[in-house]
C-alpha cells in the first residue's frame, strides 16, 4: 500500500486536571505531505505532537504510523521505537560533537560511511564546508539546519517539527524553511508541522488543520481554509496575512 497514511490519528484525547487540552483530534498524513497544525499558542497543538511522538499518552484515542499500531488504550510503542523525526526551536545540537558527530549521531555502520552520510546531508542544507566545525562556531540559522541534516539522517518516514522556525530572523527563517521543505520532499517524509503563524502554514502546508481550544475545527488546502474560513474567528485568525 505505497500510498497509506504514514500518520493516521483517531480520537486522541489527553485531559490535564479534568480539562480536555487536545479533544478527539483526528487526521492523517500520506507520504511526502505536509500538513501544518495550526492555531493559537495554548490550543494543544504541542501536546498532539508529543503524544506521536511516544513522549506523552493520551486518555483515549489511537494513533498508527506506517499502518503500525502504535499506541492505543493497551499499549504504546516508546519514542525511539516510532521511526520519527523531531524538530523543535530550541533542539540543541551536542555542544562537545562536531558537526559531523551530530548529524551521524544515531546512525548505524562505520565511521566512514556515517561520516559520507553525514557529508551528503550537509551538502543539501550546504554545510558541508562546515563538517568539522563545533555548533559554537556557526550561527543561529548554521545550527538549525545541522539540526536539520540531524533530525533526517535516519531516514525517518515521518517528521515531527514544533515551531523549529521561530527563532530565527526574517529572511534566514524563509531561506531554511525552503530548504527543509526541498529535502523533506524529496526524502518523501510525512511531515506534522506545528505553528502558531498562519504565514507559515500557508507556506509551507500541503493541508491545514486549525485547532481550537483541543479541536481541530476545519481542515484543508491552504487556500481553501483562507478564502473559506469556517466561521468569524477562523477569519480573524487569518486577517493579518495578506
Ligand atoms: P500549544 O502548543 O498549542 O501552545 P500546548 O499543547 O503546549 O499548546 O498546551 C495546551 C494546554 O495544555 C495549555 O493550556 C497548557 O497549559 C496545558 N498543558 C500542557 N502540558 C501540560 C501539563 N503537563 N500539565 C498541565 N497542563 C498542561
Ligand atoms: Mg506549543
Known amino acids: 500500500m505505497p500510498d497509506a497514511p504514514r500518520v493516521q490519528i483517531a480520537g486522541l484525547t489527553r485531559r490535564f486536571g479534568g480539562r480536555a487540552v487536545v479533544d478527539d483530534v483526528s487526521l492523517s498524513i500520506a507520504p511526502g505531505q505536509v500538513t501544518c497544525l495550526l ?59 562536531s558537526v559531523a558527530d551530530n548529524v551521524a549521531f544515531g546512525l548505524s555502520g562505520s565511521r566512514a560511511e556515517k561520516r559520507a552520510r553525514a557529508q551528503a546531508l550537509l551538502g543539501r542544507v550546504s554545510l558541508d564546508r562546515h563538517i568539522d566545525a563545533y555548533p559554537h562556531e556557526l550561527s543561529g540559522g548554521e545550527q538549525q539546519r545541522v539540526a536539520l541534516a540531524r533530525a533526517i539522517a535516519p531516514r525517518p518516514r515521518v517528521m515531527l517539527m514544533d515551531e523549529p522556525f521561530s527563532g530565527l530572523d526574517d529572511r534566514l527563517r524563509d531561506e531554511i524553511r525552503d530548504q527543509t521543505l526541498e529535502v523533506l520532499k524529496e526524502e518523501g517524509t510525512a511531515v506534522l508541522l506545528v505553528t502558531h503563524e498562519p504565514q507559515e502554514a500557508m507556506r509551507m502546508a500541503d493541508e491545514i488543520a486549525l485547532m481550537r481550544e483541543g479541536r481541530i475545527v476545519q481542515t484543508g488546502a491552504p487556500y481553501n481554509i483562507y478564502n473559506n474560513p469556517v466561521d468569524r474567528e477562523a477569519a480573524g485568525f487569518f486577517s493579518d496575512i495578506n
Open 39 to 97: 492555531g493559537p499558542s495554548g490550543c494543544g497543538k504541542s501536546t498532539t505532537l508529543r503524544m506521536i511522538a511516544g513522549v506523552d499518552r493520551p486518555d483515549a484515542g489511537e494513533i498508527r504510523l506506517d499502518g503500525r499500531l502504535v499506541c492505543d488504550a493497551a499499549r504504546s510503542v516508546p519514542p525511539e521505537d516510532r521511526g520519527v523525526g523531531l524538530m523543535f526551536q530550541d533542539f540543541a545540537l551536542f555542544p562537545h560533537m
